[in-house]
């Protein structure tokens, strides 16, 4: 907190990269590590609900948590909890609201102080249930002027769709973010742009002409529609 408070009227706002926010999504997992060159300066926590404020002089961004493994109880709670919240004129996946609620005063208050201080949240990311959440937490309490990231984020609106700007990160298989074989089925993506991981499946060794060998490699990410459903036409999105 010192070395923040030192830096406050020097502080002018900056950019991370997509990789960067990548490991601060991660680290904002209870008792992970932080990224090289990343600092923590505090942290929130309620019940299962997590996160972290970091900062790279001069980029500060929130990392929420999500999803801690298929043992916390908790977690799944907010997860498969299906009903439908009303607040400030959106419905919203009422499990997500309630996880990000838990951590709101106090993400909040740490806001405000930075406010403060002349320095603004440059970032607000999380994975899978953490970037539903922070997904809930920039509609419902505003992002300022900050960027918001999530990776692998299932759906969380029930109104409408695509209306939080904001960059989605997805793979194209995963179950996270589809339907849930119905499960999400009446919720919708909320952030305006989705990029899009995907397997493609490419020659390893080529005899003259013919292939013999094959594997599979990681493309992308590439733009896709916002409201792009992960797994489709799979086992959990038919």
């Known amino acids: 907190e ?6 406050r009227r020097l502080w002018s706002g900056g950019s991370a990269t997509n990789k960067e926010l990548w490991d601060i999504a991660y680290a904002s997992y209870v008792n992970e590590p932080m990224p090289s060159g990343w600092t923590k300066w505090v942290g929130c926590q309620t019940d299962n609900a997590h996160s972290i404020f970091v900062y790279k002089y001069p980029v500060m961004a929130i990392g929420i948590s999500g999803t801690d493994g298929l043992s916390d109880f908790t977690d799944w709670l907010n997860n498969l909890n299906t009903g439908h919240e009303s607040v400030n004129g959106m419905t919203i996946h009422e499990g997500f609201y309630e996880y990000q609620e838990k951590i709101q005063g106090c993400l909040n208050t740490y806001r405000d102080m930075l406010t403060g201080w002349g320095i603004d949240v440059d970032y607000i990311v ?7 959440a922070a997904t809930v937490f920039s509609k419902v309490y ?30 194209a298989d995963d179950p996270v973010g589809s339907n849930a074989y119905g499960y999400f089925g009446d919720f919708n993506h909320d952030v305006t742009t989705a990029m899009k991981i995907y397997k493609e499946d490419y020659c390893k060794k ?6 013999y060998s094959w594997g599979e490699r990681l493309k992308g990410p590439t733009g896709t529609d916002c409201n792009f459903n992960s797994n489709e036409g799979g086992f959990w999105a038919p």
């Open 2 to 7: 010192e070395h923040v408070e030192e830096h």
């Open 126 to 132: 999380g994975h899978s249930l953490g970037g539903a």
């Open 142 to 171: 505003g992002r300022q002027s900050a960027n918001l990231v999530t990776f692998g984020a299932p759906k969380t609106r029930h109104d409408t769709s695509c209306s939080e700007d904001g960059t989605r990160f997805l793979h």
């Open 206 to 211: 080529r005899i003259l002409r013919f292939c």
